[in-house]
């Protein structure tokens, strides 16, 4: 079996924090897979995730539109489009857009985390969906 969706026909999931949209391609709600979450994100020039990381995930962002800057308690390092950045369970990050808008391809394994903010507040993890329902990361 394959699953096929366009990106315009999916439910956007939109920050409550203004600036981030996300649109998932798998997760449990469309191919019924709880061991990843992939998907795209955009960002707006400015938006930024809360500082923070997950347990028990493994996270990757492949950059196709845009600069970013990506902070890590190692330093900050500007990545750009074609670059893959790869962030350990339990690594601290932040993905920056400072100064262009920001489109990035995510993938998250396994789908069953923990994400833990350290600068930031909750409202950095809601996300109101385009139908009016509210997803809420763990």
Known sequence: MAYI??????????SVVPGRERTFFVNKELTEID????GVMHYAKGAASPYHFHV???HFYFIMEGKAIVDTPEGSREVGPGDMVF???????RLRAPETPLFYFEFQAPN?????ILDGTPDDLRWNRVDGRVWVQT
């Open 5 to 14: 969706f366009h990106e315009d026909e999916l439910p956007k999931l939109v």
């Open 35 to 38: 061991d990843m979450l992939a």
């Open 56 to 58: 028990n995930c493994e």
């Open 87 to 93: 962030i350990p369970a339990e690594a601290q990050h």
């Open 112 to 116: 069953r985390f923990k994400t833990t």
